[in-house]
């Protein structure tokens, strides 16, 4: 199935130069840069990733999402990958569907499989999702369940700040593992290209996470930050999940 979702993605990237004729289709890629502390240690991380949307039939769309992530201390590093697919039904304010993720990284590989939903009121715009899977590795395979909730404000169709959680709960774990993030970006005035800046800090424990990026973004589709929640990617794509296996 990961790869069924690598290809399908991969194909969806080729795409891209049909797609921009097509003011039902958007996408982007992006490139972060930033740095994790845990404690202990500091570790450097850049990002990759991109998204694309497309129209299945009139109400129905489907959106796929992949991005890695390398995390090194200068000695060693490891790397963090994850793949999703949505399928949802949408309106102009608001949408609903089902989100199937796989998250790789240094221990195991997550499945997640779950629903999602999003509403626009005016310049915020407000999005969950919860899943439920499987976690291998770690020894054996666990039960896993995972919800999401953020809202994104924009001040202006160009500028938007965000503010996000994330649960995760794995039946071998001790403890639940909760991220909280704060996120922002501005995108030039006639330019496909924007700036993104976040900080997250996770927290299981007792122990905490804080981890901080920043990166470019550059799309195509609708010409303004806001208009891309309709007409492109629709949903966020979380960069917390490397952070899992360092607690």
Do not use: C
Request: net charge negative.
């Amino acid at each position: 199935m990961r790869r069924f979702l690598i290809g399908a993605a991969s194909v969806a990237a080729m795409m891209v130069p049909a797609a921009q004729a097509n003011a039902d289709t958007g996408g982007y890629v992006d490139l972060a840069l930033g740095q994790l502390d845990s404690g202990s240690s500091d570790l450097d991380t850049l990002g990759f990733g991109g998204a694309v949307a497309t129209d299945l039939t009139q109400d129905w769309r489907v959106q796929f999402d992949v991005d890695t992530t390398r995390l090194s201390d200068g000695d060693d590093s490891f790397t963090s990958t994850n793949v999703t697919a949505h399928v949802y039904h949408e309106r102009d304010n608001w949408a609903v569907g089902g989100v199937l993720t796989n998250r790789d990284f240094l221990f195991g590989s997550a499945w997640l499989l779950g629903v999602e939903g999003q509403t626009h009121l005016g310049a915020l715009v407000l999005e969950g999702e919860a899943s439920i899977g499987t976690l291998e590795g770690f020894g054996g395979d666990a039960d896993v369940t995972s919800a999401n909730a953020s809202a994104t404000y924009y001040i202006t169709p160009n500028l938007s700040v965000a503010a996000g959680y994330d649960y995760l709960d794995v039946d071998t774990f001790s403890d639940t593992l909760d991220t909280w993030r704060v996120d922002g970006e501005y995108k030039f005035d006639g330019s496909q290209f924007s700036m993104f800046a976040g900080w997250s800090q996770l927290e299981s424990g007792g122990e905490e996470v804080d981890a901080w990026r920043i990166g470019g973004r550059f799309a195509f589709g609708d010409d303004t930050l806001q208009g891309r929640r309709t007409t492109g990617p629709r949903w966020l794509r979380s960069s917390d999940t490397p952070f899992l296996p360092i607690i």
